[in-house]
């Protein structure tokens, strides 16, 4: 079953990727109830996340299964199976951090994407560091970076940073509560020759740093938190539901008239409260941002406001 979706979908996704000249996609996700996993192409490495869920097996007949998987997924693919990693996503009964660090080892890249180049590591953490299915979302900020000072909530590694840097942003401030992130956030603008000291990069909690701003300092801002948040580093825990509306008037108040914020998040079930938000336009451009590797799932909504 594995084998026929692979070959089905690898023949269409590579021709669309090649295309476009993209090398980082998505080939799979969960497609299959008997296969949950999610496999991401990252040029000539492959990335398998195992999604956890009761599966009724031993411990010897499920790495069997993994083992017989991952066999599949070299072979359709033209991977070997040595460049190939897993991990295992669990999910928590718990909202603790988002991003956990998973091992010791380190298996670290460079890869590219529109000309750009991004550190990922397929061994550390659940995520590889480049969150492929906003491809299209950085590409617009790309666009309208031109002599803007753009301020980046909830960093990460800093991929739209690098984007609005190489669309001409006059300054890119970076901000996140983990000073892991946003030393690979500061690695990756170097790794595309931007001089970090024209930048700013700013360890806070976001929730709290909004407080801070002055009124009308950005021109554009990158905003993509998580869904939960309740890290112990953080004053009070981020249900992006319940807080959106305040966080969202926060950031308008330090965007100057006519700026533009992109917003996203990851909550499937989210729905944007309009009436209670102080902007002039509100467009929802989820499906526009979707790229051709996501385009079966609804992962995350998106939005483009402007104050």
Partial sequence: MLENRLVKVFKHLRKAARRQNITCYRVYDDDINEFPLSIELY??????????????????????????????????????????FVKQRQRKASRQ?????????????????????????????????????????????????AGKKVLNLFCYTGSFSVYAAAGGATQVTSVDLSKTYLAW???????????????????????????????EEFDLVVLDPPTFSNSKRMKEFLDIQRDHVTILNKVLRATKPG??????????RFVLENDSILATEIKDITAQTMPFDFQQKLIRKCYKITR
């Fill in 43 to 84: 040029e000539d490495h492959i990335y398998v996340a195992e999604y956890q869920r009761p599966h009724g097996m031993e411990e010897d007949a499920h790495e069997a299964w993994l083992d017989s998987s991952l066999e599949v997924i070299s072979k359709v693919l033209e991977v070997p199976l040595e460049k190939i």
């Fill in 97 to 145: 951090e988002q991003y956990e660090k998973l091992s010791f080892e380190s298996h670290e890249m460079t890869v590219q994407e529109a000309g750009l180049n991004f550190k990922v590591n397929l061994s550390d953490y659940l995520d590889t560091g480049l969150f492929l299915d906003h491809r299209i979302t950085r590409g617009m900020v790309r666009e309208l970076s």
């Fill in 185 to 215: 956030a500061e690695e990756n603008m170097r790794l595309n020759n931007f001089d970090v000291t024209k930048h700013a990069f700013v360890h806070a909690d976001v929730l709290q740093y909004l407080d801070t701003l002055p009124e």
């Fill in 259 to 268: 700026g533009v914020i992109y917003f996203s998040n990851n909550y499937r």
